[in-house]
């Protein structure tokens, strides 16, 4: 795995709990990739922009209000649109279990809830970018 | 002071004991069983020794530190009383859904035995957008209530007469908007202006470092607060304008002494403020309130209030010159810490509060909220509020917290603590007035730094089992994730469609010319620097939007942009 990977970690909406993202994106930064952080507030059609501008392999996407479904739905949708099925949809909060399927529909490859440890999403863009890898 | 007890706090008379005690019983002690762990640390970081002595407070002068309850500096609380005289307010805030909603919460609530009430709004109430706007609709009731015009208002507060029962309000950036809109509803009761108790969070500095619910740039912004600290002093006497707010600096990773620090420098900057703009100091500080953290470390909580109270009663008195004895004093608000909480076996989350309840409670809180053990997931469902509010009720009523004043006073290590937690507090306020100020340090990002540093070392020390946390690294269960069914809590899916008709609605039987008169007032005050509040005032009773009032400030001051910083 020689290619840097490249994170864009966002906060959609108007949630502005960011203590999560923030620490997800600095222990991305510490683990070696380069990290593109929005800040708070963007819209769906902004952070998609911006993972398309950026390059990016990874999108971690963090919502804290209740209004995850809807911006997973659309955001989904957007990287489809853009043709950025491939990259790395990532997404983070407080998440009721019963969503998890849901989310995963809209395109989401993996929902980390309350309790992960840094650790654990880092390995699992890394087990991610080995396959990718291998795949071709 | 007697001869003896003197004695017993000179530290120089224990010195030889407590080295005859290291060099024999705990040498002895050590040689056989060495500690749990080589350093002791408080949640934020503070080293803890072994035990204290005399010695540890060697410096702390009686009369001058602790001193009297109701006295200056007000270390032991800000009532000679205190609980012996009345309780703590049982303050739980509630918010979702519809004004209708959140009006049915409150009236369970206080008939559960709640004495206050506060209110969480929606995230478009909070950064003043209507329900209608495009980017509102996925958050319309969902975090707390939605509020477009004073028409929700009215419905919010129906049936609760607002000169008995103190509401808060937790809203900070069009905290005008609704200032004036519980004014309005105040009047309609038949309350008169002198009679209205209530408080506004309205603390926009901890905005930009923490809560991240701005609007405007920090300079207008700030000045906005002093508006509604003035008006407020003149036309609703009793109602606190601000609640300058610790507890979001916390939540959002800060430790015990940074949110002291950042607290009381937002607290001093808007009384300076004020008194810039030419009004007296004793017009304003008496009313301005505060909103700590009570987080899981017992001591340090404790500590922390402590040194909160000292610490502003010698601001506001030595720094601002305030020479009325209700402008030392730093009456607070508290609530248990959100981010203490697991969302691994929620039953864990009911001891938690109560630890932290009474923390708040050894350290001469003014009012309290507890959280429900759901609140990792979710607003609380009935049970598990009700819970929460026994939880008060038991600390008060069985425990014997509440029949005694301050009993922490004189133990060596809350004593040590306090001035530990003060002495990093002013430093930090010393590091903040070279930076250039509190406005400066936030716009900067200098503070947003500072905090994201401890909360990024609090998660490695998480992560690595340094720092145990039951459910979560330690005592692991494999658990469904998902809520007994007495526990579910869900907003009703049509809320937003119904509180847009509701908005629409009041669009259509208002008077707009009434509307646009007022809302062209707004934005003539704003541009001249002339207090906005009265005529913010005018355009909520003439049921402009809190978007539409909110659209013309914004025309005035502009949108802020924040800094990433992580």
């Known amino acids: 795995m020689n290619k840097i990977l490249r994170a864009v970690v966002a906060k959609p909406g108007m949630d502005g709990h960011d203590r999560g993202a923030k620490i997800v994106a600095r222990a991305l930064r510490d683990a070696g990739m380069e990290v593109i952080y929005t800040g708070i507030f963007q819209t769906s059609e902004a952070i998609v922009e911006t993972v398309l501008q950026e390059d990016a392999d990874i999108l971690g996407i963090s919502i804290l209000s209740g209004a995850h479904l809807h911006y997973a739905e659309e955001i989904g949708r957007l990287l489809r649109e853009s043709g950025l099925e491939e990259v790395l949809f990532l997404l983070g909060g407080t998440v009721p279990k019963e969503h998890v399927e849901q989310l995963k529909a809209y395109g989401v490859a993996e929902v980390f809830g309350p309790g992960t440890h840094t650790d654990e999403i880092v390995q699992y863009i890394r087990n991610w970018a080995a396959a990718r890898e291998k795949d071709g | ?566």
């Open chain 2, 1 to 566: 002071m007697s001869e003896r007890a003197k004695a017993g706090l000179d530290g120089k008379t224990t010195q030889d004991g407590r080295q005859r005690w290291k060099d024999g019983a705990l040498a002895d002690s050590l040689s056989r069983y060495s500690r749990r762990r080589e350093t002791f640390q408080t949640i934020s970081g503070l080293p803890i020794a072994d035990i204290y002595t005399p010695e540890d407070v060697a410096e702390v002068d009686f009369e001058r530190d602790i001193g009297y309850p109701g006295e200056y500096p007000f270390t032991r609380g800000v009532h000679a009383t205190m609980y012996r005289g009345r309780l703590w307010t049982i303050r739980q805030v509630a918010g979702f859904g519809t004004a209708e909603d959140t009006n049915r919460r409150y009236k369970y609530l206080l008939a559960h035995g709640e004495t206050g009430l506060s209110t969480d709004f929606d995230l478009p109430t909070l950064l003043g957008r209507d329900s209608d706007h495009p980017f509102a609709r996925a958050e319309v009731g969902k975090i707390g209530v939605a509020i477009d015009t004073l028409r929700d208002a009215e419905i919010l507060w129906d049936g609760i007469p607002l000169d008995e029962i103190s509401a808060s309000m937790t809203i900070t950036a069009p905290a005008a908007v609704l200032i004036a809109m519980y004014e309005a509803v105040a009047a309609r009761q038949g309350v008169t202006g002198s009679q209205i108790t209530g408080t506004a969070q309205n603390d926009i500095l901890k905005e930009y470092t923490a809560q991240n619910e701005y609007i405007f740039p920090p300079e207008p912004a700030v000045q906005l607060v002093v508006d509604t600290m003035e008006y407020c002093a003149r036309t609703m006497p009793r109602f606190n304008p601000v609640s300058v707010s610790g507890y979001h600096i916390r939540e959002a990773g800060a430790t015990a002494a940074q949110e002291l620090a950042f607290t009381l420098a937002a607290g001093f900057t808007y009384a300076r403020e004020a008194v810039r703009r030419g009004l007296d100091i004793d017009f304003v500080a008496p009313r301005i309130s505060f909103f700590f953290d009570l987080h899981i470390d017992f001591f340090e909580e404790i500590a922390k209030l402590r040194a909160a109270r000292r610490m502003w009663a010698r601001m506001m008195r030595e720094k601002l010159a305030a020479r009325d004895p209700r402008s030392w004093k730093l009456r607070t608000h508290c609530q248990t810490a959100g981010v203490s909480l697991t969302a691994q076996q929620i039953e864990n989350n009911i001891v938690r509060t109560t630890i932290e309840a009474m923390a708040g409670v050894l350290g001469g809180t003014q009012s309290l909220h507890t959280n429900s053990m759901d609140e990792a997931y979710q607003i609380p469902s009935e049970k598990a509020i009700k819970i929460a509010v026994r939880t008060q009720q038991i600390i008060a009523a069985e425990s014997g917290l509440a029949d005694v004043v301050d009993p922490l006073a004189g133990s060596y290590y809350v004593e040590s603590l306090t001035n530990r937690l003060e002495e990093e507090a002013w430093d930090l306020l010393r590091q903040i007035e070279d930076v250039g100020g509190m406005i400066r340090a936030v716009d900067i990002g200098w503070v947003q730094r500072q905090i994201a540093d401890s909360s990024y070392t609090f998660q490695r020390q998480v992560e690595s089992g340094e720092r145990a946390i039951i459910g979560v690294n330690e005592y692991v269960e494999e658990e469904s994730g998902e809520l007994s069914p007495d526990l579910f809590f869900q907003v009703d899916p049509e809320v937003t469609e119904r509180q847009i008709a509701r908005l629409n609605q009041v669009r259509a039987q208002r008077d707009d010319r009434a509307v646009r008169s007022a809302l062209s007032e707004v934005r003539h005050a704003a541009a001249n620097g002339r207090n906005v509040m009265p005529a913010i005032s005018e355009a909520v009773r003439a049921y402009a939007s809190i978007g539409e009032i909110c659209d013309v400030l914004r025309e005035v001051f502009g949108e802020y942009r924040a800094p990433a910083i992580y």
